[in-house]
C-alpha cells in the first residue's frame, strides 16, 4: 500500500530457493522464440491435457492439466502447468495466459520493497480531492444487474487481530464501499464476501520460525472450499510490513494442478492462482502523534523510531480526533476518499492489493502505482486522482475489468464471435440460426459419449434416453422392453 510515499513489499517470494539476482519474468509469444541466459527457448501451447490424480482434503480428484510444449535449444518437451523448467539453473514456474506463456521465477519477490518513485517528487501540500480533471461516468451506487462476482474469502488471524475487530457486520461493510467504488468506475465487476476462517497463526512474520507462508494459508482456504473456490483470499493480520504500510499483495501456488481455474485472468497469472493480499485491518490512515507502539504520545506530527514520519509533507500540525483515532489535521476528512469513515481506508487497500495482479505483463515488473514512472498516461493530477483510483494506475483497473473469462460448455446456445467455449468445443450452428457450442474431440464429452460430427454421442451398445433426446453414433435410441424411455443404441 501506498503510504507517505513509500511501498509495501507487494509480493512475496514463495518458495526457499537461491536463484540468481538477474531471475525475471519472461512472456514467450506463439512460435516465436526468446533468447534466456543464453539459451533459446520456445513455449507451444497444445491441445493436450495431463491427467493427474489429486487428492483436495479427504477426496480423491482427477484434474486435466493443459501442457505446453517448451523447447531448450534444440531439446522439447512437454511440461504440464503444474510442473516446473530449469533453464540456467534458475527455476520456472510455467502460466498459460490465453496462447502466451509466461515464466515466473520460483523463490524471488516479483515486486521487491522499494521506496515509491513519487516520493522523490517534490509534491506542494496536500489538497482535498474535490472532483478529478477527467470525464467520469457516474452511474448508480446499486449494484448492476449482470454484475460479475468476484468472491473473497477471508483468513483472520485472532493473534493479532483479536475479537471485536473484524466482525463479520464490519467486512461487509468495507466489501459494500469497495462495491460502490467499483461501479463508480462502471467495472461491472462486485465483491462478494463468500466464507470467513479464523486462526491463530502466533505474533511473527509470516514464513518465520513455525508459521506457514502467507501463500500456504491462501492454499489452504481453497482446499477446503474447492468445490465453489474463491477468485480472492484476504488475510486479516497485523505483521510488520502490513502495519507499517496497510497491506500488501500475495497469492497462492500454482493450482493448475488442483483443477482451479479462476474466471478472472491476470495477465501475469492466467487463471492458474487464487489473489490475495495480507491487510492490516485497524490500520490508521495518517495516525498523527503516535509511537511505534501505536501509544498517543504527541498533539503534533513525531518522527518515530522505526524512521517513519508523520504527517510528512504538513510538519508542526496539530493532531485531530477522527474516525476513533489522532489524524492529521490537513486531511479533508468530508472528501478524502480514504478517510471519509473508518473503513474508507480499508475498502480502497482491498481494491488495491488485489489491482497489484492485474498489470499489464512486463519483463521488468512494476509496481503500477498512480503517479509513479511506470504508470503511462495518467489523466489527471497525482493529488486529484490518487485517491479516486485506490491509489494504482489506471491500466490496472483496465486490466482489471478485462479480465473476466467465461466459457460456454459444450451445447450451450453462443453467438459467433462473441462468446467463447470450453477447450475442446467451438462455436457452430446446429440449425439455421441455432449456434451451440460443438465438440471437437472425445475430450468435450461426458463419459460414455464419444464426439462424432460435432455432437456427443452414445457408441452402439451404449444406453440412452429419449428424454434427454440423446443421439446415437449409429443407427438410434431402440426401447428397452418394459420402459419408456430407457433403451439402447442400435443400428
Known amino acids: ?8 513489499n507487494e509480493l512475496q517470494p514463495k518458495l526457499n530457493v537461491k536463484l540468481q539476482k538477474s531471475a525475471k519474468v519472461y512472456t514467450l509469444e506463439p512460435k516465436k522464440s ?46 504440464g502447468l503444474d510442473e516446473s523448467v530449469e533453464i540456467s539453473s534458475v527455476v ?26 513519487i516520493s522523490k517528487i517534490e509534491l506542494p501540500p496536500l489538497k482535498p480531492m474535490i472532483q478529478p480533471k477527467i470525464k467520469i461516468a457516474t452511474p448508480s451506487l446499486s449494484p448492476m444487474s449482470t454484475s460479475r462476482i468476484f468472491k473473497i474469502g477471508f483468513v483472520i488471524d485472532r493473534d493479532t487481530v483479536p475479537l471485536p475487530q473484524a466482525s463479520r457486520e464490519e467486512i461487509q461493510e468495507a466489501i459494500r464501499l469497495a462495491n460502490n467504488k467499483l461501479n463508480l468506475h462502471n467495472t461491472n465487476i462486485q465483491f462478494e464476501l463468500q466464507d470467513i476462517t479464523e486462526l491463530n497463526m502466533g505474533h511473527y512474520a509470516l514464513g ?35 502495519s507499517s504500510y496497510g497491506g500488501y499483495s500475495s497469492g497462492s501456488s ?33 495516525a498523527c502523534g503516535y509511537d511505534d507502539n501505536e501509544n498517543h504520545i504527541s498533539d503534533v506530527p513525531i518522527d518515530r ?14 493532531c485531530v480526533f477522527h474516525n476513533g483515532y489522532y489524524m492529521c489535521s490537513h486531511i479533508d476528512f468530508e472528501n478524502d476518499d480514504y478517510a471519509r469513515t473508518r473503513l474508507s481506508f480499508l ?22 502505482h498512480y503517479g509513479n514512472l511506470d504508470c503511462p498516461d495518467a489523466s489527471c493530477d497525482v493529488l486529484d486522482c ?38 475442446d468445443t467451438i462455436c457452430e450452428a446446429w440449425s439455421t440460426g441455432n449456434y451451440r457450442c460443438s465438440c471437437l474431440n472425445n475430450e468435450a464429452c461426458e463419459y460414455g459419449r464419444l464426439c462424432a460430427e460435432g455432437r456427443c454421442k452414445i457408441p452402439t451398445g451404449g444406453e440412452c434416453d429419449t428424454r434427454r433426446a440423446d443421439l446415437c453414433i449409429t443407427g438410434h435410441c431402440t426401447l428397452t422392453a418394459g420402459q419408456r424411455f430407457k433403451g439402447t443404441c442400435n443400428i
Open 208 to 242: 518465520e520460525r513455525d508459521s506457514l507462508p502467507q501463500y500456504s494459508y491462501i492454499d489452504n482456504y481453497y482446499f477446503s472450499h474447492a468445490s465453489d473456490p474463491p477468485n480472492g483470499v484476504i488475510i486479516f493480520r497485523e505483521d510488520p510490513t502490513a
Open 1 to 8: 500500500m501506498y503510504i507517505d510515499g513509500k511501498c509495501a
Open 254 to 286: 500454482n493450482l493448475a494442478g488442483y483443477g482451479l481455474y479462476n474466471r478472472f485472468e491476470s495477465p501475469l497469472y492466467g487463471g492458474s492462482v487464487i489473489y490475495g493480499s495480507v491487510i492490516d485491518f485497524d490500520h490508521m490512515y495518517a
Open 305 to 318: 523510531e522505526s524512521g517513519d514520519r508523520e504527517c510528512t509533507r504538513s510538519r508542526g500540525i496539530p
Open 92 to 117: 520456472y514456474d510455467l502460466i498459460l495466459v490465453k496462447d502466451k506463456v509466461n515464466l515466473i521465477p520460483k523463490g524471488v519477490p516479483l515486486i521487491p520493497p522499494h521506496e515509491e518513485d
Open 34 to 79: 526468446k533468447t534466456i541466459s543464453g539459451k533459446t527457448i520456445k513455449a507451444t501451447k497444445t491441445e493436450k491435457t495431463f491427467t493427474r490424480n489429486v487428492k483436495i482434503g479427504t477426496k480423491e480428484k482427477s484434474v486435466k492439466v493443459p501442457v505446453v510444449n517448451i523447447c531448450i535449444g534444440s531439446k522439447c518437451k512437454d511440461y
Open 386 to 423: 490518487f485517491a479516486f483510483y485506490s491509489g494504482m494506475c489506471p491500466v490496472t483497473w483496465e486490466e482489471f475489468v478485462r479480465s473476466w473469462q467465461y466459457y460456454l460448455p459444450y451445447s450451450e446456445n453462443c453467438m459467433p464471435e462473441v462468446d467463447r467455449c470450453s477447450d
Open 347 to 368: 475498502a480502497n487497500t482491498i481494491i488495491h492489493e488485489f489491482l497489484h495482479s492485474f498489470h499489464p505483463t512486463r519483463e521488468s515488473l512494476m509496481i503500477y
